[in-house]
């Protein structure tokens, strides 16, 4: 079974600066994506990268938002700069696993905050 471990959300400064990461251990991923799900339950996926290192942006954080990864580590970042106050959301990662199974999985979530 995979798990997943997501880290690095808070509360910043419209402006400002945050690195989430996702951790996945106990099986093979071919993909990765970064959902939020904003105040007004609103749900989107915000990046995502798979195959072979295709990446998507979600318009709204295009040019301020970059998703990597670290396939040693199995872990992907979302480096998010420029904030503002609507990317305000809990943000989750999900990622598809081909082994030992093939389903997807999703992280507990965590908190952005963007306010003045």
């Known amino acids: 079974q995979v798990q997943l471990v997501e880290s690095g959300g808070g509360l910043v400064q419209p402006g400002g600066s945050l690195r989430l990461s996702c951790t996945a251990s106990g099986g093979s991923i071919s993909s990765m994506r970064w959902y939020r799900r904003t105040p007004g339950n609103q749900r989107e996926l915000v990046a995502g990268i798979r195959g072979r290192d295709s990446v998507t942006y979600a318009d709204s954080v295009r040019g301020r938002f970059t998703i990597s990864k670290d396939n040693a580590k199995n872990t992907m970042y979302l480096q998010m700069n420029s904030l503002k106050p609507e990317d305000t959301a809990v943000y989750y990662c999900?990622?598809?696993?081909?082994?030992?199974?093939?389903?997807?999985?999703w992280g507990q979530g965590t908190q952005v905050t963007v306010s003045s």
């Open positions: 999900n990622v598809f696993s081909v082994h030992p199974d093939f389903r997807d999985y």
